[in-house]
């Protein structure tokens, strides 16, 4: 199965991400079929650039997005649907006396 997801690049402490489609099993640090744009998450900068045409076109063709992504596509309004909950809250441990 194919999936668009964020692969890191960078440095150690300002690590930025590229945009690929790749096979699902693959390594992120290895090949992957394209690159779709990148992402720097930093909030002084936080730019997005994609490839909006590519990402429809690998969507229409039955590609899947990783939750992140998701988020980040509905973010640049390139997919028009609700964002996903990426993560869940730990439950609170109670305090024994």
Known sequence: MLTIRLAPRGK??????????????KDMFGDYLE??????????????NFKTDRIKHWLAN???TS????????EA????????????AKPKKEVVK
């Open 62 to 64: 039955g590609a899947q």
């Open 77 to 88: 309004k390139i997919i028009d649907k609700p964002k996903l909950r990426v993560w869940k």
């Open 12 to 25: 150690k402490h300002h690590i930025t991400y590229r945009l690929v489609v790749s096979e699902k099993t």
């Open 35 to 48: 690159d779709l744009g990148s992402y720097d998450p930093h909030p002084s900068t936080s730019v997005l």
């Open 67 to 74: 939750d992140t992504v998701h988020n980040l596509l509905v």
